[in-house]
């Protein structure tokens, strides 16, 4: 009996068609994602919203003169490249909550915030700057940021099951490096990297699959899904990517390089904490543009558009779940 896929890593470039992939499998009828795609109802991650929630205590730092920590402006890359491990640390945070389901009450979900960021950071080896705020400082981030963060926080609550039987996690997150960069992509850059920092729990039990486009494609679309304003800035399906991050973090990647220098066939190996880890991978071929459609109304789908992504996908989760760990 081909096997259920317990928790998929969702990877790509910026806007290849990871989300329009997680809508279109939330579109289809349960019984047909399992029979097709050997997946379980989905419990979907994602580390963009701890993206935007750093851009944001950026933001609101600069404009009291502070540094930003994250980030020295809206348009450009980490100031702190370790921060791609500190994503990977809350998303692990997330995923053992999926699994233990803790009562999460809190006065400030600001401050809730901002105490994970500072751990995760911690654990990645840099430095828990926010807790290092002058008190008053401090007080004016919690409070306008509060809002926000317990938006995140009842998001997070709310998307908990009572039970993970039967269902597949879904973690969504993009990868990269400098364009032109040689390989491998040196840490803590690409997925080699990202890879090594999930928690042992996920990598016992992880697939990957990779949405397949160029990284010209990738800035193309970038570029077009991106809406102004906070309808595109904290939405999944429509922000956009600085270019300067475009060709700082995402100019490439090291998907093709794993997958060449792995000693298993259609895996890619992961070596962490003493442990060596083999994660079935699959690319989803959308470099002649299969998902964009998936933005739009569903009653305006075409039933051709729909064959060419559903067998498209039913071929690479095949292939995906026949790769031996």
Not at 45 to 54: C, E, G, I, K, R
Not at 74 to 101: A, C, K, M, Q
Not at 134 to 146: H, K
Not at 206 to 217: G, N, S
Request: glycine share 6%.
């Amino acid at each position: 009996m081909t096997r259920t896929i317990d928790t998929l890593l969702l990877c790509a470039l910026p806007a290849s068609g990871k989300s329009e992939v997680r809508r279109y499998l939330a579109w289809l009828d349960p019984e047909q994602v399992r029979r097709d795609f050997h997946m379980g109802e989905t419990v979907q991650l994602d580390d963009y919203p701890y993206v935007h929630a750093m851009r944001r205590i950026a933001e609101e730092l600069i404009q009291r003169g502070h540094d930003g920590i994250f980030f020295s402006s809206s348009e450009e890359p980490f100031l702190e490249p370790l921060d791609w491990g500190t994503l990977i640390h809350l998303v692990n945070e997330d995923y053992r909550d999926l699994h233990e389901r803790p009562r999460i009450e809190v006065d400030s979900a600001a401050d809730w915030l901002m105490d994970r960021i500072d751990r995760a950071r911690e654990t990645v080896g840099a430095e828990a700057a926010l807790g290092e705020l002058p008190r008053d400082l401090r007080a004016e981030l919690s409070a306008a940021l509060e809002e926000e963060a317990r938006t995140l926080l009842d998001e997070k609550l709310a998307g908990i099951p009572d039970s993970l039987q039967g269902k597949t996690v879904v973690i969504e997150f993009a990868r990269g490096g400098p364009q032109g960069s040689p390989m491998p992509l040196p840490e803590p850059y690409g997925y080699r990297y990202s890879f090594s920092q999930l928690s042992d729990e996920i990598l016992e039990v992880a697939d990957v699959l990779y949405i397949w486009v160029t990284p010209e494609e990738s800035r193309r679309k970038n570029e077009e899904r991106a809406r102004p304003g906070r309808d595109g800035d904290a939405s999944i399906l429509h922000h956009g990517v600085p270019i300067k991050v475009m060709l700082g973090d995402y100019g490439c990647d090291d998907i093709e390089w794993l997958l060449e220098h792995s000693d298993r066939e259609n895996t890619v190996r992961v070596e962490t904490r003493g442990k060596v880890y083999h994660l079935p991978l699959a690319r989803f071929d959308n470099r002649d543009d299969l998902t964009t459609f998936i933005r739009e109304d569903p009653s305006t789908w075409s039933e051709e558009d729909i064959q060419r992504i559903h067998s498209g996908l039913k071929e690479a989760f095949d292939r995906l779940v026949q790769a031996q760990r």
